[in-house]
């Protein structure tokens, strides 16, 4: 029992080295990118171009020690929040709406096609058509079909969120083993929808999970672009402060939407690995 108890605390102790030499090298790293941009900083001149980040550091606490008023879409009320949520909160009100549409309308296409092999050969060419075209290609139809608003660019985003999704769900139907469906057949699952829901939407699951998840990433860089064309969010206000020659407020919108990035990845994640427990 003794040399098993040992046995055990050398596997951890062995583990725990090696977690701690990983965490270090990080904080390594983030040391030493803290330490040349400190330096570029003090060497830049005028000194407004480059912040430091201690200046940088002030200009997002700053984000939180005022207040903005917002207005909320639809119910068209106010709302009062620390300035970095308030514009944190705007981009989530088109940001959230275009991304569930985009994927809810890309997952139901590419499953689509995936599995019915006549509606793929019709719409084919026109998706090799239509897919190239950059996501902020479309901006100038969103001002002109739906004004500098939410509404625009939530089209942005949901174009965005539409594409990814799609090839997600499109190539992991595409990919559902022959013996799955010839051991289903033989089960007595033998309609098209029942072999669909019961079948190639399990096997495809892990690949439009992935997809859904790139396209969290891709989205939330597309709709800073979509809001640089004046629509209300955090983007909008990078800009508007690089007008004002405010680098050190830019760099501080920068960093919270990294930081609301990071939390959107990792809650996903773990939404993730519940869902495929079952693998």
């Known amino acids: 029992m003794s040399v098993q108890t040992d046995t055990g605390r050398n596997t951890a102790s062995v583990w725990y080295a090696s977690d701690l030499r990983r965490y ?65 909160t705007e981009t989530l009100f088109h940001y959230v709406p275009g991304l569930f549409v985009g994927a809810v309308c890309g997952i139901g296409l590419g499953l689509t096609m995936g599995w019915s092999g006549r509606l793929d050969d019709w719409l084919r060419p026109l998706i090799r058509v239509l897919r190239p075209i950059p996501p902020l290609a ?8 739906f004004g500098i608003h939410h509404t625009g660019a939530a089209f942005i985003v949901f174009v965005g969120a539409f594409w990814i999704n799609f090839y997600g769900a499109y190539g992991g139907v595409e990919g559902v083993s022959s013996d799955l469906t010839d051991a289903a057949s033989t089960l007595g699952v033998d309609r098209d929808l029942s072999m ?23 989205c939330w860089m597309i709709v800073v672009g979509a809001e640089l064309f004046g629509a209300p969010g955090v983007g909008y206000e990078i800009i508007n402060a690089s007008n004002n020659l405010a680098m050190d407020t830019s760099v501080a919108y920068m960093v919270l939407i990294s930081l609301a990035f990071l939390c959107m990845d990792v809650g996903f994640r773990r939404f993730e690995r519940r869902i495929l427990a079952w693998r």
């Open 196 to 218: 669909l829901k019961l079948v190639a939407l399990p096997s495809a699951a892990p690949q439009i999970l992935t997809g859904f998840r790139t396209s969290i990433g891709r």
């Open 24 to 88: 270090l090298r990080g904080l390594g790293g983030l040391v030493t990118f803290l330490a040349i941009w400190w330096i570029g900083a003090v060497m830049t001149q005028p000194s407004y171009l480059v912040p430091t980040p201690i200046e940088s550091a002030w200009a997002f606490l700053e984000l939180f020690t005022s207040s903005t008023e917002i207005v909320v879409p639809i119910v068209d009320m106010g709302l009062v929040l620390p300035t970095g949520v308030a514009h944190l």
């Open 138 to 145: 479309w901006i100038v139809f969103a001002i002109v079909w």
